[in-house]
């Protein structure tokens, strides 16, 4: 599965970005979705992820109630609407993918940078 995210900017604190990450290769649908970041100086953390059938989605404490993961299998695309940024989202933002029932990530993007103002 390749994938590409794109949607990334500069926005201001209390503004809104949406990622899409865009897939192709193989099937989509059999793919469980993910979100993670990584900011300056800093490791990867996860961020959201979403099952294969779109029916579950997990997030992390940090975005809870402010970011929604979501995905359109039609068109082979994984959503992240980022709402009330904070200056400490600020990160480069990537998607990857698992095989559902597998527990590893195997396929990454490329970054796409979210730069959130204070």
């Known amino acids: 599965v390749q994938l590409q995210a794109s949607g990334g900017g500069l926005v201001q604190a209390g503004g809104s970005l949406r990622l899409s990450c865009a897939a192709s290769?193989?099937?989509?649908?059999?793919?469980?979705l993910g979100w993670f970041r990584q900011a300056p100086g800093k490791e990867r953390e996860f961020v959201a992820t979403?099952?294969?059938?779109?029916?579950?989605?997990y997030y992390a404490d940090s975005v809870k109630g402010r970011f929604t993961i979501s995905r359109d299998n039609a068109k082979n695309t994984v959503y992240l609407q980022m709402n009330s940024l904070k200056p400490e989202d600020t990160a480069n933002y990537y998607c990857?993918?698992?095989?559902?029932?597998?527990?590893?990530?195997?396929?990454w993007g490329q970054g796409t940078l979210v730069t959130v103002s204070s």
């Open positions: 290769g193989r099937t989509f649908s059999v793919y469980d």
């Open positions: 990857a993918s698992r095989l559902k029932g597998t527990s590893s990530y195997k396929y």
């Open positions: 979403i099952s294969w059938s779109g029916s579950s989605t």
